[in-house]
């Protein structure tokens, strides 16, 4: 054997070229990126280095489990999959019945990008008529802020990012999450003496490698945008003849920015105002200014707000227009892709009256919130893939307490026994990305590509769509994608999306369907009628949630802020050695990651009385957690940053730092508002913690 081609499929951007060192038919060793790939060139993140230490783990689950003790007490026995199958199908079929089809809820999200194994779950859904599902968990409010001035997915292709002069990372940690980044960075660093300025309330690993770190308070980058944009009216770098061309309302915005000075913005942010000149000045006066934007500073209530108020900033400048210049966050499949799902996700037989719910609710959705179940019955069954709700969904505490419904029947199907599986009545085992064919795109790229099945998986574990398939079989599902294969699924999908068929693109490798750079640069103009930005969003057409949203972009205070009570801003921030909670089980991950800790600042811990190593208690109104402290530079006094997603098992008191996060929905479209968490601290006054 030799090394085969593939892709990663895990929840990040990046969506790596792969080559597998393919062993034999059941075992693989290297794991390592395409080379010859121009966005992955050969570099791949750690934890999927080490991939045949998830793959071959000897926790996988190899056998369907059904539940013989009480909820959550992990007694399960060995099943076949004819005998779990019938189960499941029977207790829908009879759930349906008693309470009607929205009784069930397919739930499901990005633990594989797969096309055909992440959304197949749709075609039954649709197929069943069971509730619908409002994908908020990740990119809900970033779209919303996209959208808001751009007005259309897409956007310069990420490997301009080594033709720039300056790369701005906005609240992204890619050295972290998306080491590709790192990549082009690099290359523009070393070709062109390229500065990079990182934009995080915390010395992420990627802001300790920056030139400059620029460290606001969470939840205020729209002023620090504000305030950038104040700097190019007032100093002369403000393009009016771009604007008058291709933005909504310049002078109204001109005039409202007026007052946004650095001195006002550094009240906000705790930045001083000398920082924020000195980074509008670099920003200004840099035609080559790419805005790499992350998803960090989004995941708040006013997270729209402010990556609308980024975005402005390219448009402002003019940059857009030149190579190396403007902004990206995301291609999207409704981008570049443009994808025709029709067959995998059974569009064509979607009922819009079906209820739909909104996935970071699923707490509120468990525990009967009228609120999410609207006049349709309460949930009673949980079909979940590719998803741990019970740690990474907001309000955990809640989600914990409705998946313990005894009147609740839950089947996960998953790749090892996660928190969720183990409140589950039924288990499956799951397929990794190595032992089944799918279809990917990419958020942080252009390319397009199919991935093999290279080896047989352990037991009889099986893929999403085998699952699926023979659920649909079970209850008379009707859909042609019931019958298919799934690499016949990403035949059919790739050609009615307008690209070539299964096979050319497998034996090319990949496709670059990156857009033409008149496009991509929206010299043909933006995504609004009338080809203009909007400086004034139209807030109430992306979502219902938008009251009090302001007209232009500006400091909204809409986030949880700190009080006499609540003193501390946390940010659960991603690790390095995770993704969510895959690779929580690799040996090689948990021991790089050692053990759940609290970042405090120097002067935080010191009124704590909290030494570095100490163990401390976090909490507020929905729950506590209990941790490590570590004391860190390179942020404000009064936060907080516990990089997770740890299993709820090993913090001090079982319980994960999800317990403190809350699930209300950000303006105006809902979304998780992972970072905007007000919390008190408090030492621990015994060492409860093992080290
Ligand atoms: S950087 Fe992202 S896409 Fe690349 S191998 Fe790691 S997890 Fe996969």
New binding site residues.
């Given amino acids: 054997m030799a090394f085969q081609s593939t892709v ?1 499929p ?1 929840d ?1 951007p ?3 070229a ?1 080559e597998v060192d393919v062993l034999d038919t059941h075992r693989i060793g290297a794991v390592r ?1 395409a080379a010859d790939n121009t966005y ?1 060139a050969g570099v ?2 750690a ?2 280095a080490r991939y045949a230490e998830r793959q071959h783990h000897p926790d996988r689950l190899t056998h369907p489990l059904i539940r013989t003790g009480p909820k959550g007490g992990g007694a399960f026995r060995r099943a076949s999959w004819d005998e779990a199958l019938d189960l499941v199908a029977a207790r829908f079929q009879d759930i349906a019945a008693r309470h009607g089809p929205a009784a069930v809820w397919p739930y499901y999200f990005a633990g594989t990008m797969g096309l055909v194994q992440r959304d197949g779950i749709n075609r039954l859904r649709h197929a069943m008529r069971y509730s619908r599902q409002h994908n908020t968990i990740c990119s809900t409010v970033c779209e919303s802020g996209w959208m808001a001035g751009v007005g259309r997915y897409g956007g310069p292709d990420p490997r301009e990012m080594a033709d720039a002069d300056l790369v701005v990372m906005w609240g992204g940690n890619p050295v972290s999450t ?3 980044v790192m990549t082009h960075v690099t290359r523009a660093r070393k070709a062109r003496g390229a500065q990079l300025v990182v934009v995080d309330p915390y010395r992420s690993p990627t802001a300790a490698a920056a030139d400059l770190h620029i460290a606001p308070r969470p939840g205020t980058d729209a002023a620090l945008a504000c305030a950038v944009m104040h700097v190019a009216f007032r100093d002369g770098h403000a393009d009016r003849a771009y604007m008058a061309q291709y933005a909504d309302c310049p002078d109204r915005l001109e005039a409202h920015l007026r007052s946004r000075t650095p001195e006002w913005a550094a009240a906000i942010t705790g930045l001083t105002a000398a920082e924020i000149e000195s980074f509008a000045r670099l920003y200004c006066t840099t035609e080559r200014a790419f805005i790499r934007i992350g998803y960090g500073f989004a995941r708040s209530r006013n997270g729209a707000v402010a990556m609308h108020a980024v975005t402005c900033l390219p448009t402002v400048t003019g940059k857009w227009r030149h190579p190396g210049a403007g902004a990206f966050w995301n291609n999207r499949g409704t981008g570049i892709y443009h994808w025709d799902k029709t067959l995998i996700e059974g569009l064509d037989i979607r009922d819009p009256t079906t209820r739909v719910m909104d996935m970071s609710r699923i707490g509120a959705v468990l525990t009967g919130d009228p609120a999410e179940l609207g006049d349709g019955p309460p949930v009673h069954a949980l079909l979940v893939q590719n998803t741990n709700p019970a740690v990474v969904a907001p309000d955990s505490n809640r989600v914990r307490q409705g998946l313990l419904r005894d009147d609740l029947f839950t089947v996960v199907h998953e790749q090892f026994m996660t928190e969720t599986a183990q409140l589950a009545d039924v288990v499956l085992p799951a397929t990794t990305f190595l032992e089944h064919d799918d279809l990917y795109g990419a958020g942080g790229h252009t390319h397009l590509q199919v991935g093999r099945t290279l080896v047989e998986p352990p037991g009889e574990c099986r893929s999403n769509h085998e699952v699926i398939g023979a659920l649909a079989t079970r209850l008379g599902a009707q859909h042609p994608g019931f019958a298919m294969t799934a690499l016949e699924m990403v035949d059919a999908t790739l050609r009615a999306s307008g690209w070539p068929g299964a096979a050319a693109v497998i034996a090319a490798r990949w496709i670059d369907a990156a857009d033409p750079f008149a496009r991509s640069h929206f010299l043909d103009g933006f995504g609004h009628p009338g080809g203009r930005f909007r400086f004034a969003p139209d807030w109430a057409a992306i979502g219902p949630h938008h009251a009090g949203m302001p007209a232009l972009p500006d400091q909204w205070a809409a986030t949880d802020e700190a009080t006499a009570d609540h003193p501390f801003r946390l940010v659960a921030a991603p690790a390095r050695n995770f ?1 969510n909670t895959t690779f929580t089980e690799t040996p090689g991950s948990r021991r790089r990651e050692g053990r759940p800790t609290a970042l405090l600042h120097p002067d935080d811990a010191a009124g704590l009385g909290v030494g570095d190593g100490d163990p401390v208690r976090l909490g507020n109104t929905r729950g506590e957690v209990l941790v490590h402290a570590r004391i860190a530079t390179g942020m404000q006094p009064g936060v907080v940053v516990v990089e997770s997603v740890w299993p709820n098992k090993d913090f001090g008191d079982g319980i994960g730092i999800n317990a403190l996060t809350s699930d209300a929905p950000a303006a105006p479209n809902g979304g998780a508002v992972f970072h905007d968490t007000a919390v008190w601290i408090k030492a621990e006054p015994t060492a409860l913690l093992a080290s």
Avoid: A, F, R, W
Wanted: glycine share 6%.
């Fill in positions: 990663c895990h990040c990046s969506t790596c792969l990126g992955t791949i993140c934890k999927v998306q080491v590709n993704l």
